[in-house]
């Protein structure tokens, strides 16, 4: 899948990304122009698929946010957590 979304037109791939928390995965950056460049990054988790984070951004042509500076205009983020029970305080859910 991966692969796949590379090749399309205005699709980044990078390994190796981390979210908020520290996790890391595959990022798939999506850039759309129309107007105002949007940008959409979403980090995925290579082994299980799961959905770690999801960033929402106006950025300039450079990549730089236009956001970033104003008053609550920062750029969207949503950190996915997991959640379940675990037998131990060590164990990840």
């Known amino acids: ?7 399309l037109q205005g699709v980044d791939v990078q390994r190796g990304a ?3 928390t520290g996790r890391v ?9 129309n107007g105002a460049v949007f ?5 995925v988790d290579p082994r299980t698929g799961a ?4 960033s929402n951004a106006l950025v300039d042509p450079r990549g730089r946010s236009w956001l970033k500076g104003l008053p ?9 957590l997991a959640s379940g ?5 060590g164990q990840t859910p």
């Not at 940008?39 to 980090?43: C, D, H, L, P, V």
């Not at 959905?51 to 999801?54: H, R, W």
């Open 1 to 7: 899948m991966l692969r796949v979304a590379a090749g």
């Open 18 to 20: 981390a979210d908020l």
């Open 25 to 33: 995965g595959d990022a798939i950056r999506f850039t759309f122009v």
């Open 39 to 43: 940008q959409t990054t979403m980090i």
């Open 51 to 54: 959905l770690l984070s999801k």
């Open 72 to 80: 609550l205009g920062e750029d969207s983020t949503t950190v996915y």
């Open 85 to 89: 029970s675990v037998a131990s305080l």
